[in-house]
């Protein structure tokens, strides 16, 4: 499985940004996706997963601002994030598990200013 994610950037708190990946070599519609984030010196966790038939979910930081989506046809995953606040600050990773194994992408910077 390749994921190519994109659309990280530094904006101002209060702002807004949309990362998307693209997902190939793997059945896509079949896959549940996740976005992760890693900020520095933290560990990688778990940010918003959507299952293959489209059921939602987000961890509680990021409930209510964040929209985990995708586009079978494009083969692709995408986190709309709104009202970004400098804790928001971290590489975002897109990622799956294929043949039980999790898969990442290569990540993308996110970083928000006060």
């Known amino acids: 499985v390749q994921l190519q994610a994109s659309g990280g950037g530094s904006v101002q708190a209060g702002g807004f940004l949309r990362l998307p990946c693209l997902v190939s070599?793997?059945?896509?519609?079949?896959?549940?996706m996740a976005w992760y984030r890693q900020a520095p010196g933290k560990e990688r966790e778990l940010v918003a997963s959507?299952?293959?038939?489209?059921?939602?979910s987000y961890t509680n930081p990021v409930r209510g601002r964040f929209i985990i989506s995708r586009d079978n046809a494009q083969d692709a995953v995408y986190l709309q994030m709104n009202a970004l606040a400098p804790e928001d600050t971290a590489v975002y990773y897109c990622?799956?598990?294929?043949?039980?194994?999790?898969?990442w992408g290569q990540g993308t910077l996110v970083t928000v200013s006060s």
């Open positions: 990622s799956t598990v294929d043949r039980g194994v999790r898969s």
């Open positions: 070599r793997i059945m896509f519609r079949a896959y549940d």
């Open positions: 959507i299952t293959s038939d489209g059921g939602t």
